[in-house]
């Protein structure tokens, strides 16, 4: 009875003792495949496999003479002649990461072939595991690699370029801020040739108008034989003067001999010259005004002519002015990629953060093993 009764909780023990072993076992299991395995391949790659990452860093501006700006060191700018252009940082910046620019890159320097060096980790290396080496493939790649941060408030954009060896991350860097200064200078040498070839055409046309407003005053001046209405008028209007002074004195004249020699033998000439006074006043006097040939029906059209031709004039003179400040704007650089930070020739690799890798993947482990136990455990649970 009493060792019937004494076996009894070593058996139940045994069981629940077995139970105790299988689930730190499951535990060492997951404790395994979650944190050690996964620390040792960190610990391998980061120690033995992953190539070391250098980082060279450049700091530029690109500024304007003409564009105002209210910023810190726009104002500080500003007060030496020049202000930001952000449209132009941006233009430049997409230009860093473009196609055109790894073109170039890939041609000069051999882009391509320094990235996929088999010197360079299995992991790390262009087309390293998937085997794609198309140009897109490549253009991918090469924006992980080059990093360009505008900052707004400074108008100050930096550069990182990131190579395997230290002479390629260099010369990559100082390859795209000479590519960068090419671009702006040909924006400023398509702004100049715009401008002028707009001023120029200006200057064309209304040389073209002066020229056609010219000859149409010379044609009616030809046509209507009147060289100036107005002083032609004057000169008229003068001539037609001293013939009534003449008619005045002459009927003075002939009234005093009419009322005291009445026989006078002058009487009838003086009558004559007193008529011939009068249809030649009428004769000038129409050729001013009143009639289709007088100078005053002459003279509206000419008017028109006239202000025509001044107006292509001035037209003329404000498009030479024109012409003459676009050339001298175009005198003048637009745009300026000034270097604030010339590119660094890094001496040491900065990536990759061995030991910052190696914690971090050890620190997600522990947080993966400690979740997937409670899980583990609750069902358990749910299950006895």
Same mark, same amino acid.
């Given at each position: 009875m009493n060792s019937a009764v004494g076996n009894t909780p070593k058996g139940s023990d045994a069981p629940s003792a077995n139970g105790f072993i299988a689930r730190i076992k499951r535990l060492n299991r997951l404790f395994l495949l979650t944190v050690v395995i996964p620390t040792t391949l960190s610990v391998i790659y980061f120690g033995l496999i992953a190539s070391d990452v250098f980082i060279s860093e450049s700091r530029f501006v690109v500024r304007s003479p003409e564009r105002q700006?209210?910023?810190?060191?726009?104002?500080?700018?500003?007060?030496?002649?020049?202000?930001?252009?952000?449209?132009?940082?941006?233009?430049?910046?997409?230009?860093?990461?473009? =196609?055109?620019?790894?073109?170039?890159?890939?041609?000069?320097?051999?882009? =391509?072939?320094?990235?996929?060096?088999?010197?360079?980790? &299995?992991?790390? =290396?262009?087309?390293?595991?998937?085997?794609?080496?198309?140009?897109?493939?490549?253009?991918?790649?090469?924006?992980?690699?080059?990093?360009?941060?505008?900052?707004?408030?400074?108008? &100050?954009?930096?550069? =990182?370029?990131?190579?395997?060896?230290?002479e390629t991350a260099f010369e990559v860097n100082q390859q795209l801020l000479a590519m960068a200064e090419t671009l702006v200078n040909q924006l400023n040498e398509r702004g100049r040739q715009d401008m002028i070839r707009f001023a120029a055409g200006e200057v064309t046309a209304a040389e073209n108008k002066a020229k056609a407003a010219a000859l149409a005053l010379s044609a009616y001046r030809n046509q209507k034989g009147v060289i100036d209405p107005e002083r032609q008028s004057t000169i008229q209007l003068q001539q037609v003067a001293k013939l009534q002074e003449e008619l005045i004195a002459t009927q003075a004249q002939l009234s005093q001999l009419q009322a005291f020699a009445k026989n006078n033998p002058q009487i009838p000439s003086l009558q004559q010259l007193v008529q011939n006074l009068r249809q030649e006043i009428a004769a000038e006097t129409a050729r001013v005004a009143g009639g289709d040939r007088s100078l005053a029906n002459k003279a509206a059209e000419y008017q028109r002519l006239a202000l025509d031709r001044e107006f292509a004039d001035r037209q003329l003179g404000s498009a030479f002015a024109s012409l003459e400040q676009a050339r001298s704007e175009a005198q003048r650089q637009q745009l300026y990629l000034e270097r604030i930070v010339q590119p660094s020739k890094p001496d040491m690799a900065m990536e990759p953060r061995r030991i910052r890798g190696v914690v971090a993947t050890l620190a997600v482990g522990l947080i993966a093993w400690g979740i997937l136990s409670m899980l583990l455990a609750g069902v358990k649970e749910h299950q006895d």
């Open positions: 700006t209210a910023s810190p060191l726009g104002l500080l700018l500003k007060g030496s002649g020049f202000s930001r252009a952000q449209d132009d940082t941006y233009s430049v910046q997409d230009f860093m990461l473009s =196609r055109d620019a790894l073109h170039s890159l890939d041609d000069s320097l051999g882009l =391509r072939k320094a990235f996929s060096s088999s010197d360079v980790d &299995i992991f790390s =290396r262009f087309s390293g595991l998937d085997w794609d080496d198309s140009f897109e493939a490549l253009h991918q790649y090469y924006q992980k690699k080059v990093e360009v941060q505008f900052e707004p408030a400074s108008s &100050i954009t930096t550069l =990182r370029v990131r190579g395997f060896t230290s």
